[in-house]
């Protein structure tokens, strides 16, 4: 959908002045700056303004005025996004949620909690915990991400395999539409009458809505964790022992692999005592009632052991799991330290081809010439590599994308998919065509309309125009030899 | 084991060319649910479209043709020390998955191990342009394109004809029992929810005729532990209680009385309305028996936090489904018309107008 709009920047600014703070109504490039990207920072754009709204009655009005004269709106939580997903649109407002920041209830009984959009994730954990609870999902973002944009992105976290995702997590939330209609979709109950759409407005990467509420669910603390550390001296005989434990009836509470670059990396950074000379590195937490992880923990170290780790660590205080997650923690500025940039890709396997990806992903690495480490939340499948490179060094960021995107068709190739929880934004919205024919594109794009007829909410993003793909397509398939859209579909 | 999947396009494909209507029916043993179908209709058998299409244990993922019975499937994890979570309700021996997912249907653990919507991952359906479509994926992480999958829950084959699902199943615990007490509705919401609200291996708790019913599920040294902790008896024949309450076989379900179904705040008080009431999922999932209006369960609903809907038995010719807003009315008009722009599937069955 095209977008004109039909009013100009000063005409804009001066309507908003009229109901919002003018000191928020922001329309010099200066100020702007910060807008330009979210986490991914390799793509930027300026937008045309800035407008951060206090209550939701601006927010209503914000979206019937850009509504009326189809001016495009990328709403904006804390932007630690990594798929430029908040990347402004040049001709677009961007609706930032900052100043909707406060926890408006906690029920301890109920164990729920009722939040603004802009409330950080890890805030509502540290405000529950007061009554032995916790908020499930937990983006290595935690500490700066908001709620809102854990809705829009579906995000998760290190414990998903057990406790699930965003989607799983929360009961309603309250939005304003395109047309500037304020709805609650969901209820205190578990579930609703009718069609999910609370399901489908997570992880729709703010264009079917703008979150104004959320109502998450909160869990009781689990009386202990323990993690145990094992060591493998190849990848595959890791990922065997991941399926391993799970085979064995065990649903830890993460379970985290690192292959040998990121262990060396992590482990210098964090000093966590990792054995440097392993090949692959599990993480399995197991947490739970105190008879419940005693039982456990052994059964694990008894399967790492059979299943051939060359070294099995228990933390045996809470200091010493803190130090073990430490490295898997800082990972990601660990390999930070080892190279001038990484560009961290998020595609999602069957955890049985965990050893063959990794195998061709070594192999690539030597094609393309770039190293790559991978971290990897091997209980649910969800791939991090790392790719290093120097931006400063001409075309290599180019070839970094190549990469990525090769990677990307090899997850999907093997049963998996492009995007575990970042999400698409503008990063993955070419390579939406290799997980997805045209006509499943299509029915996302009439999904699209049945929400934001005009196509103002967050438009470019998530879903590619058609015109594009088959284009996308056949390159792929010169490069790779494959056709992955038939091993995706066949 | 069978696929249909040629023969089920061509008959909506069919359908659309001629100007027909069609009744989705799986097994058939949810014909009492929603609106009554439209007679005028033909019925469109997913049935025979059945089989396991892919299962690997250790990903703890299976991928099933949608008319397979739940019987199948369950036997099928059996082997492996598995099993689907949300305790899906059989009513009879045919009910399939599809009409499961698309009923939103979950047994009494649903608050701690979540619903059939929680454990889908991906589906496959045919949409009213005869397309054959595939979102989600057979993994636990996919955040590709919206999330059309888990829309289809509780949509009641409205937006199309569900034809495989992938969903995550879990292994089974090792230990399972049953605490039993007496205690008054005014107390047992808030004994309930305290109780949930513990770092204990839960995982149903029920309040019936009098009595509540708390379940522990989990590892042995876990599940004995709590339960000496918690007060209660230990009920000899725990399992059998629960299977009654999961397949709506207990005789509180038996019998023409209209059938309501609240879905509230976990911590609302009982609606003040006289007549045999079941709490279940600790206070979340109510059910009612009596004649009554839907305008009026709706305000009970409401004040409970909540939606009400008319589960079987009454009116099944008005709404039997919690009034929608017009902004969302809108919307699911919108989406509906986006998937299935005819209007062939399941003409009026969730909603008068949808």
């Known amino acids: 959908m095209t977008i004109n709009p039909k009013v100009s920047k000063a005409e804009l600014a001066e309507q908003f002045r009229t109901f919002i703070d003018p000191d928020y109504v922001i329309t010099d490039d200066e100020t702007m700056k910060p807008y330009e990207c979210d986490g991914m920072s390799m793509y930027c754009e300026m937008p045309l303004l800035v407008v951060l709204p206090e209550t939701v009655e601006q927010v209503q009005r914000v979206m019937r005025i850009c509504n009326d004269n189809a001016v495009p709106v990328v709403a904006r939580g804390a932007g630690t996004g990594l798929s430029a997903g908040a990347m402004p649109n040049k001709e677009g407002v961007v609706l930032s949620l900052a100043k909707f920041n406060r926890i408006l209830d906690i029920d301890p009984l109920a164990r729920t909690a009722s939040l603004q959009p802009g409330v950080r994730n890890l805030a509502i954990s540290e405000e529950a915990a007061q009554y032995g609870l916790y908020y499930g999902p937990d983006p290595s973002s935690q500490i700066a991400c908001t709620i809102g944009g854990n809705v829009a992105e579906n995000s998760g976290g290190v414990h998903c395999l057990k406790y699930g995702l965003t989607v799983h997590n929360i009961l309603s939330v309250e939005m304003v539409t395109a047309e500037g209609e304020l709805v609650t979709v969901g209820s205190d109950g578990l579930d609703s009458c009718g069609m999910d759409l609370l399901a489908l407005m997570t992880g729709s990467e703010g264009l079917l809505g703008v979150v104004t509420e959320v109502k998450v669910k909160l869990l009781p603390k689990p009386e202990v964790a323990q993690v145990v550390m094992a060591g493998f001296d190849s990848v595959q005989k890791g990922g065997d022992a991941v399926g391993g434990i799970i085979a064995h009836g065990i649903i830890p509470g993460g379970l985290e692999m690192m292959d040998g670059h990121a262990i060396i990396a992590a482990d210098d950074f964090a000093q966590a005592g990792y054995p440097r000379d392993a090949k692959a590195l599990l993480l399995c937490e197991v947490d739970g009632t105190e008879e419940e992880v005693h039982e456990h923990i052994a059964e694990a170290e008894e399967v790492f052991r059979k299943l051939g780790a060359t070294s099995v660590r228990t933390s045996q205080s809470e200091e010493e799991r803190e130090l073990l997650w430490k490295g898997r923690k800082s990972a990601f500025p660990a390999v930070g330290r080892i190279s001038p940039d990484y560009y961290c890709m998020d595609g999602t396997i069957p955890r049985r081809e965990i050893a063959r990806v990794l195998t061709e992903m070594e192999k690539m690495s030597e094609e393309f010439g770039l190293r790559v480490a991978n971290v990897f939340h091997a209980g649910d499948g969800n791939l991090h590599p790392l790719i290093l490179f120097d931006a400063n060094v001409p075309g290599e960021f180019e070839r970094t994308e190549a990469f990525g995107s090769s990677i990307l068709s090899l997850c999907v190739e093997v049963g998996g998919c492009i995007t575990g929880e970042h999400g698409v934004g503008v990063e993955k919205v070419r390579q939406m065509a290799v997980q997805f024919n045209d006509e499943e594109l299509q029915q996302f794009h009439d999904v699209k309309a049945a929400f934001d007829p005009k196509g103002i909410l967050n438009p470019g993003k998530g879903v590619p125009a058609l015109r594009f793909c088959q284009e996308y397509r056949s390159l792929e398939y010169k490069l790779h030899k494959h056709d992955h859209t038939e091993a995706a579909h066949g | ?354």
């Open chain 2, 1 to 354: 084991m069978a696929d249909n999947l040629q023969t089920l396009q061509e008959q909506v494909l069919h359908a659309r060319d001629g100007g027909h209507k069609l009744n989705i029916v799986g097994g058939g043993t949810k014909a009492f649910m929603g609106r009554a179908a439209d007679q005028d209709a033909g019925t469109l058998n997913v049935g025979e479209h059945t089989g396991i299409v892919d299962y690997h244990p250790v990903e703890l993922v299976l991928t099933v043709r949608a008319g397979t019975t739940l019987q199948e499937i369950e036997a099928t994890l059996a082997e492996e020390g598995q099993a689907l979570h949300f305790e899906p309700p059989h009513f009879g021996e045919d009910s399939t998955i599809g009409g499961t997912l698309a009923c939103n249907l979950s047994g009494p653990a649903r608050p701690w191990a979540g619903s059939v919507r929680d454990q889908v991952l991906g589906v496959r359906l045919i949409n009213g342009k005869g397309e054959h479509l595939r979102f989600g994926g057979q993994v636990m992480k996919n955040v590709a394109g919206y999330d059309v999958s888990r829309l289809q829950a509780g949509a009641m084959g409205t937006l199309g004809v569900l034809t495989e699902i992938s969903m995550k199943v879990m292994p089974k615990p090792a230990a399972i029992l049953t605490l039993v007490q007496e205690m008054a509705v005014d107390e047992v919401i808030h004994y309930m929810n305290s109780r949930a609200a513990e770092p204990k291996p839960i995982t149903a708790a029920c309040w019936l005729e009098g009595k509540v019913y708390l379940r522990l599920s989990g590892a042995s040294s876990a599940v004995e532990a709590t339960a000496q902790k918690w007060s209660g008896d230990v009920m000899e024949n725990g399992d059998q209680f629960w299977r009654q309450i999961q397949d709506m076989g207990h005789e509180f379900f038996t019998g023409d009385d209209p059938l309501w179904r609240f879905s509230v705040g976990s911590t609302a008080a009982n609606p003040k309305l006289d007549g045999p009431w079941l709490i279940d999922w600790a206070g979340s999932q109510r059910w009612y028996r009596g004649n009554a209006e839907l305008k009026q369960m709706e305000a009970l609903a409401k004040e409970a936090g909540g939606q009400v809907s008319l589960f079987r038995g009454g009116d099944r010719g008005g709404e039997v489904m919690q009034h929608q807003p017009d902004a969302l009315k809108g919307i699911q008009r919108r989406l509906k018309n986006s998937f299935d722009p005819d209007g062939i599937f399941n003409p009026g069955r969730l909603y008068s107008w949808l």
